[in-house]
């Protein structure tokens, strides 16, 4: 069946007024005098998401499902679950949970790309909220990850032993390496990004700025590294506490199209302030915040329409904030049918207001999610 949206279609490079038509594939786009004030956005795409709704990865199936809803909702078409450090055998079951999920989508619901394995490859001097369970990537544990064929990121620390053997295995099965929880410096950083490259890999960083050594004159660290290197992607969580807005600026400024808005939302998204856990430890969600109880901060409870409306409210124009959320993320994971409103891709639409608040939510030519 085909349907017609009609509004201000946000393409990669400006605004359309027009008439958008489409079964579960774009048809024709075309120009038209329209006042229709609606904005048609490609649908989101966060890459980095442990929870919402009360709901998360770690829980199993029936949590994925329930925060998947939850973010498809707040605009997000295609989703990555992430694990966070918890003991071997959690990590596996989790992971074996998103599998499943991905094997039995539902039928309303948005698309289930893969898991974001965050932790435990991580460094121990830099858990940020991870439940002290890092450990090295040793081949035998990469090689159980990579059987599952679920995983589609891996956040690594580069200085951890193994880390070499790990970028190459990851890379050539395609599997995203992002860099992050880590106390690498600039010349390590940069020695990971042309390692994960000669070896045919992408590149990422996880959430830039945040649980990496900060960027000094004389020590650039990481972030410098993430940012300079024309090959490298990083995520960033612009909910204006993880990353101050000049910060923000600055990296998009450097970076453009290879910054891309995740949420690292936590099962408190979506819920009243008070209590919730993360990974086993309890936390404490007060004004959008989540911390633990050392004033760590701990994961989000961002969702990625909020994201677009921040990075709106601090400079960026629709076009600009919608690369961030939805087409920077497509094409750093190699989704080539999704992330741009183009004749030939999927059809997973976002209409917003003229405020920017969520209307409709359309997943592969099929309304999910309409606001009353
Ligand atoms: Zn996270």
Known sequence: MTHTLTGQIVLPDRLLPGTIRFDSHIREIEGITTKEPLYILPGFIDGHIHGGDGADTMDGVAAIRQLAQYHMRHGTTTILPTTITRPWEDVILALKAVAEVMKTPDPIGPRIHGAHLEGPFVSPHKL???PPFAIPPSPDKIAEVLALDCVRVVTL?????HAESAIESLAKAGVRISIGHTIADYETTLGAIS????CGGIAGGTHLFNA????EGRKPGPVTALMCHDASYAEMIFDTHHVHPASF???S???RNRLLFVT???RGAGQPDGPSTLGGQDVLISEGVVRLPNGSLAGSVLTLDQALRNAVTHGASLPEASHLVSSNAATYLGLTDRGALEVGRLSDFVILD???MIREVWVNGQKTHQCV
């Not at 990496?212 to 960027?215: F, I, L």
């Open 157 to 161: 620390a580069p200085e951890l032993d």
């Open 253 to 255: 400024r450097l970076m």
């Open 249 to 251: 600026r600055l990296a």
């Open 354 to 356: 003229r405020d920017l």
């Open 212 to 215: 990496m050594s900060p960027v």
């Open 195 to 198: 390692a994960i490259c000669t």
């Open 264 to 266: 690292d939302a936590m």
């Open 128 to 130: 940020g909220a991870q």
